[in-house]
C-alpha cells in the first residue's frame, strides 16, 4: 500500500478533520485584499490552480466569476459542494490549457506541491497562458530555503458526526540540498470507542526567494512581495503579487 497523497484520494472523507474553511479567515482576508487592490471593482473572471476543497476561495468566490482546477476528482467533489457557483475541470496546474483568459490566476497552498524547477516554469507558463495582459497572478509560498530554520509541527482536534478526530502534521527538510519537504500526516480517530490510526505522506517543494523571483521574471511576471504573516511559528512568509506582462501572447 502506498502511503502517499492518501488525503486526496481514499482519505478524502478526512479533510474536514484537517482543514475547515474558518481555518482561512485571517489569510483569506488579505488574500482578498491583494485581489481587490490588483483588481479594483467589478465580479472579474478568476481561476484557482489546485482549488482543493475550495475552503480558501469560499471566503471571496462570490465577488468573483471563479473557475477551479484540480489533480484530484475527489477534492473537486469537495469543492463542487462548498462553492456550488465554481466551474470545476480536473487538470494539471503544469499542463492544463482551457482556452480561456482570466483577470486573475491564484495558487493557494497547492503551490507547496511543485517540487522542481520545471514544475514552477511550466505552473507559470500555465498562468501566463490564462491571463489577459495587465493580468495578476497571486502565490504564497510556504517555505523558502533562506528562512528554513526547524520542523513545523501542527495539530488540530474536532469532532465529526460524533466523532473524535485528531489531525497531526509535521513538516520537514531532511535533505537541505535538495528542493523537496516531507510532510507526514497522521489522523487519530476515535469512533465511539473504537481507535484507528491513518498515516500519509506527502513530498512537497521548497526553494530559494531567488529561484521564484528569477522564474517568475522569465514567464514575463512583475514581481512585488507583500508580507504574509499568517504561520503560528512566525516563520517569514510573502504573498508574491505577480503583474503579467503579456509577454507571450
Ligand atoms: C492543500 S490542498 C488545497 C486546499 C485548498 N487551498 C483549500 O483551501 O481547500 C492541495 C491541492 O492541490 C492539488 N494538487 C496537487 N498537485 C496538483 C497539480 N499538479 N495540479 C493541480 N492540482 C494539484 C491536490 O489534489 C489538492 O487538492
Known amino acids: 500500500m502506498s502511503y502517499q497523497y492518501r488525503m486526496y484520494n481514499e482519505l478524502v472523507d478526512l479533510w474536514p ?31 484557482e490552480l489546485g482549488i482543493g476543497a475550495g475552503d480558501n476561495l469560499s471566503h471571496f468566490a462570490n465577488e468573483y466569476q471563479a473557475t477551479g482546477v484540480d489533480v484530484s476528482e475527489k477534492m473537486l467533489e469537495l469543492s463542487r459542494k462548498r462553492n456550488p457557483d465554481v466551474v470545476h475541470y480536473k487538470g494539471d496546474m503544469r499542463t492544463i490549457r482551457l482556452g480561456q483568459k482570466f483577470k486573475a490566476v491564484i495558487i493557494h497552498d497547492a503551490i507547496s506541491y511543485l517540487t522542481t524547477e520545471d514544475d514552477l516554469r511550466n505552473t507559470f507558463r500555465t498562468a501566463a497562458a490564462h491571463l489577459e495582459p495587465g493580468g495578476v497572478f ?37 535533505d537541505p540540498s535538495d528542493t523537496t519537504m516531507q510532510c507526514l500526516m497522521l489522523y487519530l480517530i476515535n469512533e465511539n470507542g473504537k481507535l484507528r490510526v491513518e498515516q500519509d505522506l506527502h513530498t512537497t517543494g521548497i526553494f530559494p526567494m531567488k529561484t521564484w523571483d528569477k522564474l517568475l521574471i522569465e514567464a514575463g511576471f512583475q514581481v512585488e512581495k507583500r508580507p504574509f504573516p499568517i504561520y503560528e511559528d512566525g516563520r517569514e512568509a510573502y504573498l508574491l503579487v505577480c503583474t503579467y506582462s503579456g509577454w507571450f501572447d
Do not use: C
Not at 526547524?150 to 520537514?172: C, P
Open 17 to 47: 478533520v484537517a482543514s475547515d474553511p474558518h481555518d482561512y479567515d485571517k489569510e483569506a482576508e488579505i488574500w482578498r485584499k491583494a485581489l481587490r487592490d490588483k483588481l479594483g471593482p467589478g465580479r472579474h473572471r478568476l481561476l
Open 138 to 174: 497571486i502565490i504564497a509560498p510556504e517555505w523558502y530555503k533562506e528562512t528554513y530554520k526547524q520542523a513545523a509541527l501542527y495539530h488540530v482536534s474536532r469532532n465529526q458526526n460524533g466523532s473524535q478526530m485528531t489531525f497531526i502534521q509535521y513538516e520537514t527538510d531532511p
